[in-house]
């Protein structure tokens, strides 16, 4: 009994328990079970029994926003003086002892910024639940699918944003906030995450997680493709760490660099022309607490986007204007192009053409 009155509960942890999923807690659960149960007993025609850990546990949830903890005092006949004493002491223990140390965690909401196309919010079973728009609110827990020719840009913080994109289903699986910290995991279970943190602080932390690998950063601009059992991470900024927990291998990515990880295999590379065009889309999604001009990258030549995109196109109006510069984004109505001069917002009625240079 003393193993387990030493023990810091749960709350997530120990309604999992009590619903019957593996965990350390349903193990404890499952010992004082037994040993509450041995502890019943029968004299003559009375049952002496306990509450079951269910009607504790909700009585225990409901008394937290009670302004005092009402003591739980079951009006039973006891059989003996020892079995009144152990039920006592085995009460004690399970109701009071443990949840005064219960430390509440705030979740919050997160802000959605642009949505393109077609994304919904999911039930467990995969069916959907809403379309996805700039209206709608998102919380811990909240599953996303994306389709395909669609992205959702989300504010996680003010001060990091991700962009899903397209064929991607996703669960926000963590949003933690105290004061100036954050903690956020996002569960990837397929398809890729574009991601901008900018400078977290020590108590802070950012994980996109995996089935069987995580990302962890500080402040840096990267992607996480999942797709096909091959897992990619591929840095333009700052670094990340790669994990995979149940063999302990560890890989750090730098700048520039890319892994692929595959049937247990790591290959690091230096950052293809592929996805350093992906990770170019993250000057367009805006942090709230960063000015949209340190964002941007520096283009004072064509040659300049060519180096950083891979590619040059042109695109030429009905009225005659020619833009030359990279095509960065489309929606229904307009064409988004990057030119040397800045970028420009192209209504698809006046598209003559679109063509790559280089």
Not at 195 to 200: D, N, P
Not at 237 to 262: A, C, F, R, Y
């Amino acid at each position: 009994m003393m193993e387990e009155s030493n023990m810091k509960w749960n709350p997530d942890e120990l309604t999992s328990a009590l619903e019957g999923q593996e965990n350390p807690a349903k193990k404890i659960l499952d010992s004082l079970r037994s040993k509450l149960k041995k502890m019943e007993t029968r004299s003559g025609s009375e049952t002496v029994s306990f509450p079951t850990f269910e009607d504790l546990w909700r009585k225990h949830l409901a008394d937290l926003n009670q302004p005092k903890v009402v003591p739980f005092a079951r009006k039973a006949k006891i059989a003996s003086s020892f079995l009144a004493a152990a039920a006592g002491l085995c009460f004690a223990f399970i109701y009071l002892f443990p949840f005064t140390k219960i430390t509440k965690e705030n979740s919050y909401a997160v802000k959605i910024h642009d949505v393109s196309g077609d994304a919904y919010v999911v039930n467990s079973d995969g069916s959907r639940r809403s379309h996805l728009n700039l209206l709608s609110n998102l919380e811990k827990g909240d599953r996303i699918q994306v389709e395909e020719g669609s992205f959702v840009d989300l504010y996680l913080t003010g001060q990091a944003s991700i962009r899903i994109r397209e064929n991607s289903d996703i669960i926000l699986e963590k949003m933690i906030q105290d004061l100036d910290m954050h903690k956020i995991t996002v569960y990837l279970s397929k398809g890729s995450i574009l991601a901008h943190i900018h400078k977290l602080n020590k108590t802070s932390q950012f994980v996109i997680r995996t089935e069987d690998s995580k990302v962890e950063v500080r402040g840096t601009k990267f992607l996480t493709e999942n797709k096909e059992g091959s897992l990619t991470v591929a840095v333009s900024e700052g670094k990340v760490l790669v994990s995979q927990p149940s063999t302990g291998l560890s890989q750090e990515i730098d700048s520039n660099e890319e892994v692929i990880q595959s049937s247990g295999d790591w290959k690091k590379t230096k950052l293809g022309s592929m996805n350093l065009r992906s990770l170019a889309e993250l000057d367009y999604v805006s942090i709230q607490d960063v000015p949209q001009s340190e964002l941007s990258r520096v283009i004072q030549s064509e040659e300049d986007i060519f180096r950083i995109y891979s590619i040059l196109e042109q695109v030429s109006t009905t009225d005659g204007e020619n833009y030359r510069g990279v095509v960065f984004k489309m929606d229904e109505k307009f064409i988004y192009i990057r030119t040397v001069k800045g970028e420009s917002k192209i209504p698809q009625s006046k598209i003559n053409e679109v063509e790559k240079i280089r």
